[in-house]
């Protein structure tokens, strides 16, 4: 099996260096080039390279850097302990939300946002418990 990275193992300047290089580059070569170049970068995370070419046919290069930047900074305060992996989910989950849901679907009110998060959590907590009781089963034997 070939050696594969994910977007874990990417520093952010890492990160920005390439999405502004697709950036750059998507203006002065072709696709199949760009995609030989940043093919690293296209394994760890297709969605971001996609991102970066869709955001140079649109011309909303400023607002793919703002949202690339948002979820940096979100990983990196979990990384530094300032937010838990499933606040982190939830905080970048509601603000691609925000962008692209729901102005074709409206905002959920309060009450639905907070049914949400509670439905979320109990899913969360099953989820841990069935965890638990696989390894107690595990070592049992």
């Given at each position: 099996?070939?050696?594969?990275?994910?977007?874990?193992?990417?520093?952010?300047?890492?990160?920005?260096?390439?999405?502004?290089?697709?950036?750059?580059?998507?203006?002065?070569?072709n696709a199949k080039e760009l995609e030989i170049k940043y093919a690293k970068f296209k394994e760890a995370n297709d969605k971001l390279y996609n991102i970066a070419i869709d955001s140079v046919a649109t011309g909303k290069v400023q607002e793919a850097f703002a949202m690339l930047q948002m979820m940096l900074?979100?990983?990196?305060?979990?990384?530094?302990?300032?937010?838990?992996k499933l606040t982190t989910d939830m905080f970048v989950g509601n603000q691609l939300g925000k962008k692209y849901i729901y102005p074709k679907t409206n905002t959920p009110s309060a009450d639905d946002y907070k049914?949400?998060?509670?439905?979320?959590?109990e899913k969360v907590k099953q989820n841990d418990l069935e965890d638990r009781q696989k390894e107690l089963e595990a070592n049992s034997e």
């Open positions: 099996m070939e050696n594969t990275t994910s977007m874990k193992d990417w520093t952010a300047q890492d990160i920005i260096t390439s999405f502004n290089g697709i950036i750059r580059d998507a203006k002065n070569i900074k979100a990983r990196a305060d979990m990384q530094n302990g300032k937010m838990t049914k949400a998060i509670d439905q979320i959590k």
